[in-house]
C-alpha cells in the first residue's frame, strides 16, 4: 500500500491493496475502496454512515451529504467511482471521479487541470527550445550575429570526405610537357644530384661548348658594315646634281 501524504495534491498518487485484487467485483468495489488506508476516501461521508447502521446502499438517496456511487463498471479491469455531494433525493453536484484499473486507484483530473498541465507543458518546450536557441547565438560587433552548433563541427569532421578522381593527361599533353622538360634540362642543366634520399648531394661537372672569338667575330662584323657605307657614298655622290653657276664671259680689250 501507498503511503504518501495526500494532503497536497491527490493526483499525482496512487492507491492498491494486493490482496483484495483478485476479488474485485461490482458488489464488493466500493468496500474495497472504503479501506482505511485509501487517501481518496473520506471517512465522513454518508457511505460511512449506512455501512456503521449496516443499512444497504439505497438509503444513501434519502440523506444529505457527501457519498460515493459506481458509476461505471467494466469487469474485471475497470471501475468508476463517483464522488458527490446530494442535496436532495433528485439533485446531486459531482465533486470528483475515481478510476480503479487492476485494483490501482487513480484519481481523474478535472478538466481545468488537464488545460492548465497542458499548457505549462507547452511553455517549458518553447521556453527550453527558445534557451537553447540563445545558447546557439552569437555576436560581435564587426560581424553581427550568427550561429554556432557544436553539431555541426563534429559532423563535418565525421564525414567522409570524398576524393576526387584525378583525370589522366592526353598523349598530346605527356609528349608536349616531356619536350618543354628536356628542354629545359638543356638550357639549365643541374649542378648537383642526391643518388638517394638522405644522402648528401654530389656536384654535377658542367661541359661548357666552346665558343667563337669575340674579337674576329666583332671584325667580320665591321668589314661588311664598312663596304656598305662606302658603296653608298659613291652613289650618293654621282646621284647628286651640280649646283656651280657658268663661267662669266669678259670682254676683249681692243
Not at 61 to 84: D, F, S
Not at 193 to 217: A, D, F, L, R, S
Request: with cysteine; proline share 9%; aromatic share 8%.
Amino acid at each position: 500500500m501507498a503511503s504518501v501524504d495526500f494532503r497536497d495534491n491527490l493526483l499525482g498518487i496512487s492507491w492498491v491493496d494486493s490482496g483484495l485484487v483478485p476479488i474485485l467485483n461490482p458488489g464488493n468495489v466500493l468496500d474495497y475502496f472504503s479501506e482505511r488506508s485509501n487517501p481518496f476516501y473520506d471517512r465522513t461521508c454518508n457511505n460511512e454512515v449506512v455501512k456503521m447502521q449496516r443499512l444497504s446502499l439505497d438509503h444513501l438517496n434519502q440523506m444529505v451529504g457527501v457519498e460515493y456511487i459506481l458509476l461505471h463498471a467494466q469487469e474485471p479491469i475497470l471501475y468508476i467511482i463517483r464522488k458527490q455531494q446530494r442535496q436532495s433525493p433528485t439533485q446531486v453536484i459531482p465533486l470528483a471521479d475515481y478510476y480503479i484499473i487492476i485494483g490501482v486507484v487513480y484519481q481523474a483530473p478535472d478538466l481545468s487541470t488537464v488545460i492548465s498541465s497542458r499548457a505549462l507543458s507547452a511553455v517549458h518546450g518553447i521556453q527550453s527550445a527558445f534557451d537553447e536557441a540563445m545558447s546557439y547565438c552569437r555576436y560581435h560587433p564587426s560581424k553581427g550575429y550568427w550561429w554556432h552548433f557544436k553539431d555541426q563541427e563534429e559532423r563535418e569532421k565525421n564525414k567522409p570526405k570524398s576524393k576526387k578522381k584525378e583525370e589522366p593527361g592526353s598523349l598530346f599533353q605527356r609528349h608536349r610537357v616531356d619536350t618543354l622538360l628536356l628542354d629545359l634540362r638543356s638550357k639549365f642543366p643541374p649542378t648537383f644530384y642526391q643518388p638517394k634520399p638522405g644522402e648528401k648531394p654530389i656536384p654535377v661537372e658542367v661541359k661548357k661548348e666552346p665558343e667563337p672569338p669575340t674579337e674576329t667575330v666583332k671584325q667580320e662584323e665591321r668589314e661588311p658594315a664598312a663596304k656598305s657605307s662606302s658603296a653608298a657614298a659613291t652613289t650618293a655622290t654621282a646621284a647628286a646634281p651640280t649646283n656651280k653657276p657658268p663661267p662669266e664671259k669678259r670682254a676683249r680689250l681692243q
